[in-house]
């Protein structure tokens, strides 16, 4: 999908979009000079403002960071990677500029959890990305890894320590990343050598990266692969922005390093509210909930949110959706999860929607979901 000799400019939108967004998108890309030879793509980011924002990428950034990726998996011209990740996202991207620099192959396909092993084992795959949803897809079905893969990167999302290890005991060889759309995909990874234990393996942070942590433990990011800027659409102006300063990149990624280059990452410094004057943290809840689901054994997946609540400024809500377990279930699953936390992290309040609203590589787009639930509130006064 991408010609990495050209100097065009090329927009990747998700192609289920309306056709009036899409031409609005278009023309905004088309119409910004910085955008001319760059690659754009919408960040997947589970936060919404009424703003859109594009992402600038230049051909070269990518390659950049393809190479640092070849380089820590050493990914040679003998390899498959089997892709089922959407090509308008830079997980799906970053692929094919692996391919490019590494000259291995790529079979391209739509994700379907039960045939995913089999076509895998067809085409010889011997390399994969997933992100964590997929990941929890194939553990609930209990089907072990294909022996023909090397390793399966995973990002998009947080991988909880109790799923990586049911992945791994079904033979799955995991590869947690960290990365970022302004960073062209992987900023830390997992090496290859940690498939020899079973433990959560540590991130390295990759060679063509410089990483520092700023205020509020929040990550900085200098390398050859940051993005150019952005294009931000609103209902009155589209215009170009740059944060880069220095050539340094602030993110809202709470982050510690290590003494030995590695990265750990603790959550988004959005995802913290205030509680009785308290800070909470939803990534830390949501960790501990996604272990005591899997714990309790139940195959269904719920998101914590915080609502605006006029006493306590904010209250946490357990979100499942309906028809999967009965309510008594996540009665159950709240009580045993409260039993874990102090009590101004505690969960207030059970709640059900249709469906949880999720981005494409399967986030919980939390605006969306606190805009359904207060929908649910007023429907009930």
Known sequence: PVDWQSDRGQLFLN?????????????AFDSCLEARHCLGVATSGTTETSATKIVLLTREACLNSAQAVVDHLEIGLKDRWFHVLPDFHVGGLSIWARSQVAGCEVIQSDWNKETFVNQIEQCG?????????????????????????KGVLVGGGSLSDGLYLQARRLGWPLLPTYGMT???????????????????PPLKVLRHVRVRVGEQECL?????????????????????????E??????????????????????????????LGELVDLSYLQKITDESLRQKGGDVRVALTAVTDLRQGNRIVLVYEENTQPFDFFESLRQEING??????????????????????????????????????????
């Open 15 to 27: 192609p289920r979009m309306l056709i009036d967004e899409q031409q609005r998108l278009q023309a």
């Open 125 to 149: 795959a011997t390399w994969a990305s997933l992100v964590p949803t997929q990941i929890f897809d194939l553990v609930s079905l209990k089907v072990k890894a294909p022996r023909s893969l």
């Open 182 to 200: 302004e960073c062209c995909s992987q900023i830390a990874t997992a090496s290859l050598s940690s498939l020899e234990q079973m433990t959560f």
């Open 220 to 244: 900085q990011v200098a390398s050859s692969s940051l993005f150019k800027g952005y294009l931000v659409l609103t209902s009155r102006e589209n215009r170009f922005e740059s944060p880069i």
């Open 246 to 275: 220095d050539g340094w990149f602030q993110t809202r990624d709470r982050v510690e390093l290590t003494p030995d280059g590695c990265l750990v990452p603790i959550g988004r410094l959005d995802e913290r509210v205030k509680v």
């Open 340 to 381: 874990k936390l102090l009590p101004f992290e505690r969960i207030s309040e059970i709640s059900q929607v249709s469906r949880l609203p999720l981005t494409e590589l399967g986030k919980v787009r939390h605006a969306e979901l606190r805009r359904m639930l207060t929908e649910i509130a007023l429907k009930s006064l």
